[in-house]
């Protein structure tokens, strides 16, 4: 005869769902706020504060955790959800927690509720109707056999919560680029530029204010005509580079971009820059020789030089670094061993990070 619980077994079983179910939620609300979505809140916060107020992850993820916590022990009161539906109870603080962190990477332009205002009602109905129908079927379920973390009534909770947690990261803000935009710009404005720089290094995801705040940073490490093109490059020019237009950033003040571009060194290497990402080696190869006639030139700047020299017939400079020299003509050894549709694919592995690789196979 199969074994059946106890009322105080039954009891001890129904206090085991709430505190698993508790324990997933708060750990998973305190991760996914202080590790994933910090920078998109601090954004939010500083737009919807009009710029008055801070957002820190440590007291953000513990106060909205808490709050959307208190929140389910209410909707857990008021519905009664228990036994296998217990996990449920905790989909409207779900549900506010996707809202809250689905902040649109235009917020700047000005704040929308979007779909969530249809959504929002839609689902409210939704649930209500979830609860009822689980609150008329409760009264039949099977008592359990057995309790503990491997009974069938609390892995179905838990895969309830790692269903919903997955809803979750489906439909708030999992823009790539917005989130390191955002990263880098809290970075900057700590003046952590290093750091800000292994900010989605190894990602090929890249918009054009993404590589403005990538080449403000390395202009203020002083590397830009040596580093610029470690990074995927992408958009046009004029939106790239904060000596053209107005950059657009939300946390980070206009002033601390633009004003670098002012000085007389970053105008230099802003304009060598430009001149390189519009392809116009002439132009460049005139005003980069005259500028470092007298000192070692930029990685970048280098490699530019030697192409323009080689592909316009002029003679070489005799005091160009061997390694760019053997790696260009490496570059074009590889470039003619492959078909053109296979020759970019190739060519990334090895010298994504080159001037002649944009030159080639960049936007246009």
Known sequence: ???????????????????????????????????????????????????????????????????????????????????????????????????????????????????????????????????????????????????????????INLLTMVLMFVAVGIFSNDDEVFHY?????????????????????????????LTMLRAHALEKKKQLGDHFFDYPVSGDVKKMLPDTIHPHVIILPDSVVTDLAKTPRARIDYRLMSLLLERDLETFSLIVQRVYADSVMPKHFAEALLQYRYYSGKPLDPSTDDVIATDFNDFRKMEKAYPPEQAANYLRRTFRNTYWYYYKYGEK
């Open 1 to 155: 005869m199969p074994y059946l619980m106890s009322t105080r077994e039954h009891s001890a079983a129904k206090y085991q769902t709430q505190i698993l179910c508790a324990l997933v939620f708060w750990m998973f609300s305190l991760a996914y706020l202080f590790f994933y979505q910090a920078d998109v809140l601090a954004a939010g916060q500083h737009v919807l504060s009009g710029g008055q107020t801070r957002y820190n992850r440590y007291v953000g993820a513990f106060l909205i955790t808490l709050t959307l916590y208190l929140l389910q022990l209410g909707v857990a009161q008021l519905t009664q959800l228990k036994k296998r539906a217990h996990a449920v109870s905790y989909f409207p603080s779900l549900l506010v927690l996707t809202f809250i962190t689905d902040v649109s990477p235009h917020i700047e332009e000005g704040v929308s509720l979007g779909g969530w205002m249809i959504a929002i009602p839609l689902l409210a109905l939704v649930y209500a109707a979830l609860v009822w129908v689980l609150r008329q079927i409760e009264p039949y379920e099977p008592v359990p056999l057995s309790n503990g973390l491997f009974s069938r009534t609390q892995w």
């Open 181 to 209: 935009r955002m990263r880098m710009e809290k970075l900057i404005a700590e003046e952590k530029y290093d750091e800000a720089l292994k900010v989605g290094r190894r990602s090929l995801a890249t918009d054009a204010t």
